[in-house]
Every structure is written in C-alpha cells, then in structure tokens.
C-alpha cells in the first residue's frame, strides 16, 4: 500500500475572500502531490469555516482521532494546520510520539530532517503573529461598527436564519424550534433532556447534524435571536425580525444592560 497519507484542507471566513485558498484547490493541489510522490490518500478532511486558530474543528479532531490509519498528514501550507505556534508543537510532540510525519507542500518542509523541523517552528511564529496583527485589526474595526454602524456583525449562519443579500431573514421551520427550546427550557428541562427530545423527533441541528448539549447552550445564550446584536460588551439593535422575546432570553441569561419593558414584547 506504501505510505498512507492524511490529506487536511481548511478555510476560515476571511480565507475565502482570498485567491488559491478554496477547499478545492487545496484537495486538487495535495491529490497532485501524493501522485508524484507515490503516497496513497488516507483520507480528506474537511473544515470549512473555522480559524486556525484553535483546534476545536470537527474535521481536525477526525483525523486526529483516526491516526492508525495514515502515516503522514498533508497540508498545502502550514497556516493550514494551525496558526497558533503552542497548538503547531503540541501537534507535532503527538506526531512525534505516535511515529507520524507532516509535510507541507507549498512550504517545502517536512520532519524528516532537523533543519525541516526548526525552520517550520520559525514559520510557524511568523504566522502566527501576522494571524494576531490581524486579529487585532478586525476587533477594532469591528468595534467601531458595533459602535457606529448598522448591519449585521459577522458569524456564520445562525440557526433559526438565513442570509439573503447580507440580510438575515427568519427561517420560520428553524425558528419554530429555537422557541421550542425556549419553552422546554423554562419548563425545567435540562440541555441533554432537550437535545434528545429534538433527536428522537429527528429535528436537525446545524448544517443537519445532531444535537447536543452544547449546540442547545448555544442557541439559549445567542443574543441574536432577539433582535439584537453583540460584540465584546457592545449592545444594540439589530436590523433584523427577533424569533424571542427579550424577556424570554433574560430569563434564561438575566437582565440585560439597558434594556426597558417596551423592548420585552413578544417576537411573533
């Protein structure tokens, strides 16, 4: 079979705004690679928008967990894999220990030799830091815009929405639950008792996968499905249709800064 190879593709949200980061051109790009160099493919996996950041993406955790069945894992670049220089050692101090290599194409580096190793630790940091210097740049314009701006302040697809020209619009199907959840809540059941009721009827969650207890955490401390919107510790309205009520949601989470009795009426 020769040497089985792990292939790993990712794209955050401001990665695909980019050119030659699409999942597709990466999968090609690293297909390409394990023919001219004789690796079978062990596997693709998959995220699509999440950072790299943090290690807490579903894809990655995959193949992680699935490491007896390749022998090296793939990436076309190295902020690919990670963009946290801790997260990158820990990662490599567990392919070290369970006798599984890394490469990455673009970078031209692997473990095989010492220099491969030290280089990519140097790599590693710099990207790490121009993923800060960005960050750090984001936050501030995004705090200006919850501060002064209209329009709606990022994240993926909520449940219980969907985007139509930038706009968030009710989807009424996944509404019906998010207040479900809500009056299941208030009548004393617990967030794994609600994720097996929304199992057993086959509702699905997000993207149509199962629910659980932190998907129904979600959902009771999103302040989004009150009509309003949040970054950091700014508050406003937003410009889309509520699915709860404001007194339902301070219930669940408590007051709510600034909040009056007007804003408490019932979403319909």
């Given amino acids: 079979m020769g040497i089985r190879a792990a292939l790993y593709t990712r794209v955050s949200t401001e990665d695909q705004a980019k050119d030659g980061f699409s999942l597709d051109a990466q999968k090609k790009f690293l297909l390409e690679h394990c023919v001219s160099r004789g690796l079978t493919p062990a596997g693709i996996y998959v995220d699509e928008g999440y950072s790299g950041r943090s290690v807490d993406r ?27 220089s801790m997260n990158f050692t820990l990662m490599m101090n567990h392919l070290r220990e369970n006798g599984k290599d890394f490469t990455s194409t ?52 909520p449940y219980g929405y969907y985007y139509d020209n930038g706009k968030l619009e009710v989807d009424l199907d996944e509404a019906l639950t998010v207040r479900a959840i809500y009056r ?46 949040k970054w950091d510790t700014v508050v406003r309205p937003g410009e889309h249709t509520p699915i709860i009520s404001l007194q339902d949601y301070e219930e669940v989470n408590g007051p709510l800064p600034g909040s009056t009795d007007d804003e408490n009426s019932a979403a319909s």
């Fill in 58 to 84: 579903p894809a990655y955790q995959e193949m992680m967990a699935a490491m007896d069945q390749w022998d090296v894992l793939l990436v076309l670049k190295m902020d690919r894999i990670h963009r946290n």
């Fill in 106 to 157: 673009r970078d031209k580096f692997d473990t095989s030799t010492a220099i491969g190793r030290f280089v990519m630790d140097i790599i590693q940091r710099i990207a790490q830091l121009e993923s800060e210097q960005i960050g750090e740049r984001v936050k501030i314009g995004m705090e200006q815009k919850a501060r002064t701006g209209t329009g709606h302040l990022g994240s993926g697809h």
């Fill in 184 to 229: 299941m809540h208030s009548k004393g059941s617990s967030l794994n008792d609600i994720a097996k009721i929304l199992n057993d009827a086959n509702i699905p969650a997000k993207k149509g996968g199962q629910w659980n207890k932190q998907s129904v955490h979600k959902i009771l401390h999103n302040l989004l499905y009150t009509g309003y919107m």
